[in-house]
């Protein structure tokens, strides 16, 4: 949506590039390692360690955030990746997700401590209205762990890389405004 507003609004998609990214190194260390932990999540090391790496993904994100916050649309990921982040640490590591959305064979495995990255919601999570429990309905997909399900801080995040790619689709890098008094 974001880049055929782009374009409607005369942008270009190479202006993206010109955008001064600094610190991606944070962001893809921090995808590869939630990414491993939801897919190696039987491993015996991600099993006892994968908890502290979650949270350690996290901070390569601030970093990243920190980094870049003069990007438009970077303060409202950084917002929704620190809601995100006090959910996850408020329940040990975990983001809590709705057990009516996920499938049986999902909330066995977790019930056999196999979480990955989330844990289901129960009478003792924190912070329930951060957590993973906004159902999208609407949306075509559904996914081998059950229903599309986010969390208030994902839709920060969502608005926040949606402004990214429509104001940096209309950036320009190489204009150059002179102040004078007379002309």
Do not use: C
């Amino acid at each position: 949506m974001a880049l055929i507003l782009g374009y409607l609004f005369k942008g270009r998609l190479k202006n993206l590039a010109e955008l001064e990214f600094t610190a991606l190194f944070s962001f893809i260390l921090a995808f590869l390692i939630q990414f491993l932990i939801d897919y190696q999540m039987a491993h015996p090391f991600i099993r006892a360690y994968g908890r502290y790496l979650h949270l350690f993904s996290y901070l390569l994100l601030f970093y990243g955030i920190y980094k870049n916050i003069r990007l438009p649309g970077m303060g409202l990921i950084g917002l929704g990746v620190f809601l995100n982040f006090i959910v996850i640490a408020a329940n040990g590591g975990y983001m809590p997700a709705d057990p009516r959305t996920i499938s049986p064979q999902w909330i066995e495995m977790m019930k056999q401590g196999i979480l990955g990255t989330h844990t289901l919601i129960n009478e003792h999570t924190r912070l329930v209205f951060l957590s993973d429990n906004i159902y999208l309905w609407f949306y075509p997909i559904t996914f081998s762990y059950g229903k599309p399900i986010i969390s208030f801080g994902d839709i920060f995040i969502t608005v926040g890389v949606f402004w990214l790619v429509f104001k940096g689709m209309r950036y320009q890098k190489n204009k150059n405004y002179k102040l004078t008094v007379f002309r």
